[in-house]
């Protein structure tokens, strides 16, 4: 379901939305997650034409990295933020990219739709519970997942405000989630999964502060095993 854009913080920023914009056009240098997360991609050998999910894509920045590397994926991205989309749709028809690989959607509804292959960059955390989301990415034939997010020794769930957004719009609230490992790699490991824990390449696991909450940067690699 996607939510009411109202209630949505993301649809409530306009300088994260031009940003969003500039960084879909790839006027903005690349985002060093995005950058790390295309490489951990490009070290599996995963066959061309891979369908692949960028899950909570914003505008489909995702994609230049990608294309950077020249990995020749199957691209498609999905957010529930309606600017987003329109904002990524917008610089994919400019440069001549297929608009239609950007999708407004929810990713409770993704089981059944077949994608091997997903990346979720800074997504995992604003959501009630990991699970909803890895569980769905798996229903949906995910057998290689890279993750990027805030994860520590312990789940802490923090429902807050954002405190950054547009005037008229402060008092709208969001989660701001850190996930504890042991409790990510179990549910994974539950539902067939290796997971493998790498560094984050900018922060080198220090704490760096998000909208005034705490974030502690990490990626997982998750790889379905063989029957």
């Known amino acids: 379901m996607i939510p009411d854009t109202k209630l949505n913080i ?18 903005v240098p690349e985002m060093d997650s995005a950058a790390q997360g295309a490489g951990i991609l490009s070290s599996l050998g995963l066959a061309q034409g891979t369908p692949l999910l960028d899950g909570g894509c914003a505008a489909g920045h995702f994609i230049h990295s990608l294309i950077k590397r020249d990995l020749r994926f199957d691209y498609h991205g ?36 077949g994608y091997e292959v997903a990346v979720l960059i800074n997504v995992l955390s604003f959501n009630p519970d990991f699970r909803r989301i890895l569980g769905r990415v798996i229903e949906s034939g995910a057998k290689v997942i ?4 805030n994860f520590g020794d312990k789940t802490e769930i923090l429902w807050d405000v954002d405190g950054f ?7 709208l609230k969001g989660y701001w989630n850190r996930w504890g490992r042991v409790e990510v790699e179990g549910y994974l490991g539950e539902l067939g999964f290796d997971v493998g824990w790498i560094e984050d390449n900018r922060t080198k696991g220090k704490v760096e502060m998000v909208v005034g909450k705490p974030y502690t940067w990490g990626f997982f690699l998750a790889r379905k095993r063989r029957a």
């Open 78 to 113: 999905i957010d529930h933020s309606p600017s987003f989309i329109e904002a990524g749709k917008e610089a994919f028809a400019r440069l001549s990219l297929d608009p239609a690989r950007l999708e407004l959607g929810s990713l409770d509804d993704l089981a059944g739709v």
């Open 10 to 27: 993301w649809e409530h920023s306009k300088g994260l939305l031009e940003l969003c914009r500039r960084r879909a056009m790839a006027e």
């Open 146 to 149: 890279v993750c990027r997010d």
């Open 165 to 171: 957004l547009d005037p008229g719009f402060n008092h």
